[in-house]
């Protein structure tokens, strides 16, 4: 058969195109007659009158073809084991995880121990500083008797200050393991690198030590964040019978909340402050002296022989169901809830936080003068709003309590004040709704005659409330007042008890969250928002998580179509009628007169039509 030529064979050179070509430093080791004449190192681009198809060359080509397959191979299986060895170090780091798990439950019982025995050990000092016969309060029976001598007190002391450096440096640990759960894998064992075969190999799984010298050591700047405080010493108030059943404001009211925010990542997303105590002289700026050392553990005798305090059916101590005492723990909870809400409103209104929330209890905002109410210690919001106007820090502070309870406490704060607007939306009933306060006609007193605004719903039992009632007086009253007072900074006392699983009322987490957006448009966005009541875990821990995600700048874009169609009860629009009626001669009410039995929907319509 005569030979065939080059062009035929070219003809036929779809045989060729699977195969890889040699790459530049294979292709140097050919004779320069072999070598293609073009940079890019494609035999097949080369035009066929200048390609050598000699057997020998494609023996030599196939050869190079063989040895480069064979260098994949290699690769394949290294890094194959490079995989295996990011499985196993994956495995430690999980277990890593898991053993610091459990030394968080273990530190968490260290801590329990400590702030008890702690609490304990405080207390019995105080007893024997203060009653030259050392005798314990008839009140703190739970206490053993051989706790009162000066040498088991100096004992129980020293024990809980060590556990108390235990725990410090166990929340150190803790603090690490959520660094060391938010590292990605990837970002903890690197990536594979072409050039560098052994940088995985060689890396070793990181341990506690390495996560902390990762970790930035500078706290990133609080100023345009939003400031949350939740302290777990908060949740050791509570009545020796320890019932939740019995008492609705329990610790699980603050736990299911946090749970909450941390499962849905929204507790990350904020500046998350250290709690304090206020001091007596900020407890004082709205309580009497006798009044703080009675609840702030500033004398025991002051408890002890306060016939106000008598014994529970339940088997605790306390004033009523509602305002029960633990003199372990009660002081101190009530001491830092006040503190935290000063502390972070002081912080907004510094500008040092964009706005906050005050995750605490025991609640605050019917707590008077001289007189403990319902749960509520020491006036948390009202605290915090004399700081500010007394300290300079803010000219104007707005107050608006939508808790289903009147505010008493803050009513009787800041009735003769013109510097704080003090805003109540609540259930009154014609008087018969505790604390039986808030009518309409208590406009305020001297100076701070208007500045104090009741809107007092009745008709409970007849008629349904829930968002059209609460939209309707925030777009007739509390939105249009709050503009023309112009506030520095607005402070909400909120109770969500106006929610589905409460007295009647059904206000959803949504409306809560929208009149938040539509309040953080004033005062430059200077807003703190404070926890009072709410006792249905369920509907509690959405409307809190709502709040904050509109503090955090999700805008609340949509309502329930019933919100928005449906007009206010008759009872509803006499009550906000009547506030108008009493406020139009301190306030411009004109354009929203005629809106009042509206719906949201019509309300907008009809504004449209007029304009």
Not at 414 to 422: A, E, G, I, R, S
Not at 425 to 443: K, M, V
Not at 544 to 569: V, Y
């Amino acid at each position: 058969m005569a030979e065939r030529s080059k062009q035929d064979i070219w003809r036929n050179h779809d045989i060729w195109k699977g195969l890889r070509m040699p790459e530049p430093n294979v292709l140097s080791s050919f004779s320069p007659s072999t070598r293609p004449l073009f940079p890019n190192g494609s035999m097949l681009n080369t035009p066929p009158e200048r390609l050598d198809l000699s057997s020998k060359n494609i023996l030599e080509y196939a050869q190079s073809q063989l040895i480069q397959m064979q260098q994949l191979s290699q690769e394949q299986e290294e890094i194959k084991e490079q995989q295996k060895l990011l499985m196993q170090q994956q495995e430690r780091i999980l277990k890593e995880q898991d053993a610091l798990r459990q030394r968080e439950v273990f530190i968490r019982k260290i801590f329990y121990d400590a702030s008890a025995n702690m609490a304990v050990a405080d207390h019995m000092v105080s007893a024997m500083i203060n009653q030259s016969s050392h005798v314990i309060s008839p009140m703190s029976m739970s206490v053993p008797d051989f706790y009162s001598s000066t040498k088991h007190a100096e004992m129980l002391l020293k024990k809980a200050h060590e556990q108390q450096l235990a725990v410090n440096q166990a929340e150190q640990l803790l603090l690490l393991q959520r660094s060391a759960g938010n590292l990605k894998l990837n970002s903890a064992f690197g990536h594979y690198n072409p050039g560098n075969r052994n940088s995985i190999s060689s890396q070793s799984a990181p341990n506690v030590q390495s996560l902390a010298s990762e970790m930035v050591t500078d706290p990133p700047p609080l100023s345009g964040r939003t400031g949350i405080i939740y302290d777990s010493i908060m949740l050791k108030h509570i009545c020796t019978c320890s019932n939740p059943v019995v008492h609705k404001e329990s610790p699980g009211r603050l736990s299911s909340i946090w749970a909450r925010l941390t499962e849905t990542g929204v507790a990350n997303r904020c500046a998350r402050l250290k709690s304090r105590k206020a001091t007596n002289e900020e407890l004082e700026l709205i309580h009497s002296p006798e009044h703080v050392c009675k609840y702030g553990g500033g004398r025991n005798k002051a408890v002890d022989d306060d016939k106000d305090f008598v014994k529970l059916k339940c088997g605790g101590i306390g004033k009523d169901d509602q305002t029960v005492w633990n003199d372990l723990t009660s002081a101190q909870a009530a001491r830092i809830a006040a503190g935290s809400v000063l502390e972070l409103a002081t912080k907004v209104a510094m500008g040092e936080l964009k706005n906050a929330f005050a995750l605490v209890r025991p609640p605050g905002h019917m707590a008077e003068h001289n007189e403990a109410k319902v749960g509520c210690y020491f006036n948390n919001v009202a605290i915090a709003a004399k700081y500010l106007t007394t300290q300079k820090l803010s000219n104007r502070v707005l107050i608006v309590d939508w808790d289903l309870e009147h505010g008493n406490g803050l009513q009787q704060a800041f009735y003769n004040d013109p510097n704080v607007l003090v805003i109540n939306i609540h259930r009154y009933d014609n008087g018969t709704y505790f604390p039986r306060t808030g009518h309409a006609s208590c406009d305020g007193a001297g100076e701070g005659k208007g500045f104090n605004i009741n809107i007092p719903f009745s008709g409970s039992g007849q008629a349904e409330y829930g968002d059209p009632e609460y939209l309707a007086a925030f777009r007739c009253v509390i939105k249009p007042v709050a503009e023309q007072f112009c506030p520095d900074i607005v402070l909400i006392a909120a109770g969500y008890n106006a929610m589905s699983g409460h007295d009647s009322y059904n206000v959803t987490a949504e409306c809560f969250a929208f009149m938040t957006q539509e309040l953080g448009r004033l005062a430059e966005g200077r807003i703190m928002i404070a926890l009072e009541g709410g006792y249905n875990l369920v509907s509690l821990s959405q409307a809190c998580e709502m709040c904050i995600r509109s503090l955090l700048g999700e805008q609340i874009t949509h309502l329930p179509a019933k919100s928005l169609k449906c007009a206010p009860n008759s009872f509803a629009v006499k009550a906000i009628e009547e506030c108008i009626t009493i406020h139009r001669k301190y306030y411009q009410f004109v354009p929203y007169l005629n809106h009042i039995s509206l719906s949201v929907y019509d309300a907008v319509k009809r504004d449209q039509e007029e304009l």
